[in-house]
């Protein structure tokens, strides 16, 4: 016969295996059903939390105290079984005489483990076998705050009714939760008990703000039904409908202007949902938003208008949907903005948005209008190498060989940057192939000292000269 350890760990390790047949031969040689390891957990806390319903029974069977607690944190096996969803083990071991009120070192209760994991099954069996709802831990908190700080709404519903003390909290601690889970149907409850549904929290976010955030409509929509604040700011000045506009939430962004949503206001920046609708490329909203009448004219503090930043982004489709909008006595000084040294139409030709600098040659941008450096339409057209831009803009009636601030023409910038059929087309079109820069260079001396050497023998087929 073994020693009394060497029995014990092989009964552990026969329990931890699951092992029915050698866990009831070891107990009838005289196992001891109280075996532990060196951290004080039980064959049967063991049992519990694998679900061995059948290795439990034997073992309770056999003198197992339902109610030790373990060396090291004060665990029983009901806590064991509730923390690990094993309702069967918790129904017996409830049978079988465990204390549903027992609490661990930390002051916690087989209650507060079964609320923090969710498990309302286990928290009504636990419920119904007497388990005070309002047992308070070291930390302060009860079953029905553990049930709120991890979004369990149903479970905290379930310990009010069973009688939970609902303690004053901040309307934070309760609204942000149900709001952050997703199921609008736990918000009336909550809001009947009278909380603020515009509190904030540390970055000024309102419950609707979150909602948003979140593209959660049916929760916006019973947030505005109990009086939430549509207007209201965070700390970046930013309100539910400019988070809807930047996430081109359609649905929200209606039902928030229904409500009387502020279309007009900008965030600390100066953007507007407008703005945000555009630079984030949602087509609908930009729609939505122009047809309640938001304002096209609008600047951020950059000095952006909605028009430059749909130039920026390369969203030709909108600026299609903003120009109309453009009221006549503005339209020129608009079209013809400068912002950073750039103009909406520079900004499309340095895209490579040919639809984009079609509008805007359309509604009457300035070809002629040139950026910083000097530098017209058609140089940069030139300097990115976009043939198809430039085709456009030859359309209009233009010099070709107007020179920037260094005495660089389209050609030249073409021939610097390599676009060999840049240079073609500009050639073909009566370029002069031969002025030269401020520097003294030709093209075809910026062609030679970048390699670009396909350039070279055009222009040199041209008649170009050294």
Excluded at 170 to 194: H, K, N, Q, Y
Excluded at 300 to 309: H, I, S
Aim: net charge negative.
């Amino acid at each position: 016969m073994g020693s009394t350890t060497q029995r014990d760990t092989t009964l552990l390790r026969a329990v931890k295996t699951g092992n029915l047949i050698n866990t009831r031969a070891l107990l009838a040689k005289g196992g001891n059903a109280n075996a532990k390891d060196r951290d004080g957990v039980t064959v049967l806390m063991f049992a519990a939390q694998a679900g061995y319903l059948e290795i439990l029974r034997v073992l309770v069977q056999r003198g197992a105290d339902v109610n030790y607690a373990s060396r090291r944190y004060g665990i029983t096996a009901l806590m064991v079984a509730a923390a690990h969803a094993q309702l069967d083990c918790a129904r017996f071991l409830l049978q079988s005489g465990a204390n549903v009120n027992a609490q661990n070192e930390d002051g916690s209760t087989a209650l507060m483990a079964a609320t923090q994991m969710g498990d309302r099954s286990m928290v009504k069996l636990l419920c119904h076998h007497g388990a005070d709802v309002n047992v308070i831990d070291r930390s302060g908190d009860t079953a029905w705050k553990l049930a709120l700080s991890q979004n369990h709404l149903e479970i905290a519903e379930d310990l009010r009714e069973a009688g939970a003390t609902l303690e004053p909290l901040p309307d934070s601690s309760i609204l942000f939760p149900v709001v952050a889970s997703g199921r609008p149907e736990g918000l009336p409850t909550w809001l009947d008990m009278g909380l603020n549904v515009n509190v904030c929290n540390e970055s000024g976010e309102t419950p609707l703000m979150v909602a948003t955030d979140r593209g959660d409509w049916q929760m916006v929509e019973l947030l505005i039904r109990a009086g939430a604040n549509v207007n209201a700011r965070n700390s970046d000045g930013s309100t539910a409908l400019m988070a809807a506009a930047a996430q081109g939430q359609l649905s929200i962004a209606s039902a928030l202007l229904k409500a009387g949503a502020d279309i007009y206001t900008g965030d600390r920046d100066g953007e507007t949902a407008l703005h945000l609708a555009v630079l984030e490329g949602h087509q609908d909203m930009v729609k939505l938003l122009l047809g309640w009448g938001a304002d096209v004219h609008a600047v951020n503090r950059f000095g952006d208008v909605p028009l430059m930043l749909a130039a920026i982004q390369g969203h030709s489709e909108i600026m299609t949907l903003l120009v109309p909008r453009i009221s006549r006595d503005r339209r020129d000084a608009l079209l013809n903005a400068k912002i950073s040294g750039e103009t909406p139409l520079s900004l499309a030709i340095r895209q490579g948005d040919l639809n984009a600098v079609q509008i805007l040659l359309n509604s009457g941008a300035d070809i002629h209008l040139t950026t910083e450096g000097g530098k017209t339409p058609l140089m940069t057209a030139a300097e990115v190498g976009n043939v198809a831009i430039i085709e456009r803009l030859l359309l209009t009636p233009i010099d070709l060989n107007l020179q920037d601030e260094k005495g660089a023409t389209a050609l030249m910038w073409a021939a610097h940057r390599g676009h060999q059929f840049a240079v073609q087309l500009l050639i073909e079109r009566g370029a002069n192939i031969n002025l030269k820069h401020r520097g003294g260079c030709t093209a075809l001396m910026l062609a030679e000292f970048n390699r670009h050497h396909e350039i070279v023998k055009l222009l040199r087929a041209a008649g170009a000269q050294e």
